[in-house]
């Protein structure tokens, strides 16, 4: 069986990490550029990119609304609709998640 190409997306370097919403509808990415992009996959576009370090881990909240990072010295977290951050220092973060009640 051949995999099925849903979308395809543009960076600009190295992709690190990758994750999907829960709904499936959403997908971030992170890597070497130093961006992480959140695309819309059903509409195939781009909808936030926010600066980072080079981002080594990636996590939506289980309701999609929210979007969490780590990098070499940050964690950061993101309100996808509100298209707001806060970041907060913390040492080299390799992995990051929410629990599935938001919690």
Known sequence: MIPKQI??????DFIVY??????G??????GHDNKIKIYDIKKEQEI???H???VDCVCFSSDGNLVVSGSKD??????????????Y???RTSDVCFSLDGK
């Open 18 to 23: 990758v994750c999907f919403s829960l709904d």
């Open 74 to 87: 940050k964690v950061k977290v993101y309100d996808i609709k509100k298209q707001k951050g806060w970041e």
């Open 7 to 12: 979308c395809a997306y543009q960076r600009d």
């Open 25 to 30: 509808k959403l997908v971030a990415s992170g």
């Open 89 to 91: 220092n913390h040492a």
């Open 48 to 50: 936030f990119t926010y």
């Open 52 to 54: 980072h370090d080079c």
